[in-house]
Structure formats: C-alpha cells, structure tokens
C-alpha cells in the first residue's frame, strides 16, 4: 500500500503564496498520476489540479486554472502545488492523491491512495 504525506500547508494573507509537497513512499511513482484536492467544513472535497506520470499533461480546476501550478520531480518521488494570488475561497485541508490518469482524477475517479491532508488557510 502506497503512502501519501503532505506538507507545506500554512496561514497566510489574500494575496500571498504557499507550496504544498506531497512525499511519496511505494513503488511505481512514475507509472501514476497525481491530483490534489480540497476540502472544507460542510462540503464535498473538491478537485484543485492533476498531473500525468510524465509532467507533460496537467489539469486545474476553473477556480484555481493561472493562480496554481501543480508539478512533480521523478527523480525524489515528489509532487508539488505551487499556489499563488491566493484568495478566502482556496481556504480548506489539501490532500494529495495518486491514480492512473490525470483525466480520471480530474473526474473524481481512479485514485488509489490518499495522503492525510494539510490545512491552508487564507486569510483577509
């Protein structure tokens, strides 16, 4: 079984920019797709961003599509969620998650794993 642990997550001001790491511990990292994920009280986690196991394909969400980047490295067994111009709205627990494709995460379908998530938080 495959392991997710995300970090990076924090407080910060509207406006401001935080980057989420997802460390992964199992084996075939660069046969598999990755997304990232959030959720807050009271409503259904929501897809942010997905990447396919070569880097060449992402997908964002409408909300976060110019303010967010989502990246891995192969090479660390790493992905990444570079977010910036960051407003209220994007407040809530980020969870990375691993599946087959970019295209199925960014439907909500074929993960396999998730990590246990890491709170942002944005203030104004």
């Known amino acids: 079984q495959a392991q997710l642990l995300e970090s990076g997550g924090g407080l910060v001001q509207t406006g401001g920019s935080l980057t989420l790491s997802c460390a992964f511990n199992g084996r075939l990292f660069t046969s598999l797709a990755f997304g990232w994920f959030r959720q807050t009280p009271g409503k259904e986690r929501e897809f942010v961003a997905a990447?396919?196991?070569?880097?060449?394909?992402?997908k964002y969400s409408e909300s976060v599509k110019g303010r967010f980047t989502i990246s891995r490295d192969n090479a660390k067994n790493m992905v990444y969620l570079r977010m910036t111009a960051l407003k209220t709205e994007d407040t809530g627990v980020y969870y990375c998650a691993s599946g087959v494709t970019h295209f199925q995460i960014a439907t909500g379908l074929g993960m396999n794993s998730w990590g246990q998530g890491t709170q942002v938080t944005v203030s104004s």
């Open positions: 990447i396919n196991w070569s880097d060449s394909g992402t």
